[in-house]
């Protein structure tokens, strides 16, 4: 079995920000925080970047918007040009509306969408699952994981420092 | 220079600010006066164009205060005592209300006998349009808003003193039954005031556009007054970029919402395409006006919108000062372009006295809020929140 990482947990969510700091200030960059809840201020002890996916929700808004308007004229000037109300056949007031509705379809198909493959979701299972433990992220316990990949993981010094910032039930995780 | 104590928040210097603005408020009103003169006609458009501005701008502030109690927003607790201040000022708002009383005839056609004679739609409308009962409901209205602001305030500052935590629930109370209270009256004070000019003319979502207007233009007047008290190094360390960034989002949410509301009026009235409906658009495009209208869908809306999209921008404060002046100035065109079509006969006029009438009034406006700001402590010291809003995060 290869080895995933190692994960530690910690009293609180006080404790958990603070060793985040600390994991970061070693140089490690492949790490990840688990908590029941949000907690204000992780991304920045984290030190996560702002995520991407508003430029994507903004992207696909945008293409929405542009599919939305020409569909519209097409059918209206080219395809099916009939006179509704005695108005222009190019009336784009009236293509406002629906412009406006596919902004905001493929705008929140950009979110989720985005939000899913930005998480490497959906997938059916993940090696932390393999410790018995870290099923207590979803109740009381707030932990920490190191991953293997990273280029300072090392196993005797990783432990030593997870347990040096207040990590306890220090667990190396193994799994595909 | 004002400043404060930093451990009771009390002022201990006052500044010149509010001198300064009774100053302008009275030379602005004096001048304002001496045009009513010259030009009664322009003088009561443009009275009722800077009172219809500073009248949405301070019920904005007072339905701050009832949103912020009724959700038991943690964030605004710090900001409160500002918005709090400027709904105190709705009295002076009715004194600046009782000389357009004087001028209906000049404002109003439904108060003219001889043309609602001859004119079966307005007789049809003259058991709701007419003197008496328009008096009576701007009354109402008054009553409500200054009964609601005089007892927010007056519980938000008995905490200050007695330190009991129940105030903040009757708060929220008072507040849930004001908001419905402040809806409805400043929806048909907003088709009394404004949409009467045409008394043809009717929408029903008119005075949701007219508050829109007004309580994203009271956010954007916080945004400058925390700003103003920060270059005084008051409260700079308790209204931090978070909070400003909680601003931002107002006004961001509020600016779409007003572009909304406003292109849902257009759009039913686009689409239905009857006479006495698309006339109000039509006297808003023809003769130069389209220029005002476009200035509006820009200014008001497509420039605030793409700025206040981006997460850093909201957090500038330099931007969000940008941002808040161009509201502010696009507030006055909206309301300008409210009324004046009406009177304006061939063209965009913007007359001196619109100038005077805002600075004027706004001047009175601005000393009494400060005055009113810092008899008080500048934060609500012994509200339980408290504590949690000064360490807001977004």
Redesign the interface.
Known sequence: MKTYGMIAEFSSPAALMDAAKQVRTAGYSKFDCHSPFPIHGMDEAMGLKRSPVGYIVGGMAALGAVIGFSLQTWVTTDAYPLVISGKPLFSWQAYIIITFALFVLFGAFGAVIGMFRLNRLPRLHHPLFYSEQFARVTDDGFMLHIEADDTQFDEEKTEAFLASVGGTNIELVRGA | MAAIDSQTYTFTDRGRFGIAALGAGVLGVVLTVIGAFTDTHTFFASWLTAFAFWATIVLGALFFVMLQHATGAVWSVVTRRAAEAMSMTLPLLLLCFIPLLFGLHDLFHWTHAEEVATDHLLQWKSPYLNTTFFIIRAAVYFAAWIGLAWGLNRLSLAQDRDQNPAHTLTLRKLSAGGLFLFAFTLTFAAFDWLMSLEPHWYSTIFGVYVFTGGFLTSMAVLVLFFQFLRGANILSDEVTTDHYHDFGRMLFAFTVFWAYIG?SQ??LI??A?LPEETMWYLARWEHGWYVVSLLLIFGHFVIPFVTL?F?RLKRNLTVLRFIAVLLIVMHFVDIFWLVMPTFSDGGVHFSWMHLTAVIGIGGLVLWLFWTRYTANRAIPVYDPKLEDSIAH?V
Do not use: K
């Open positions: 292109a257009y759009y686009w689409y395409n999209l997460f995060r």
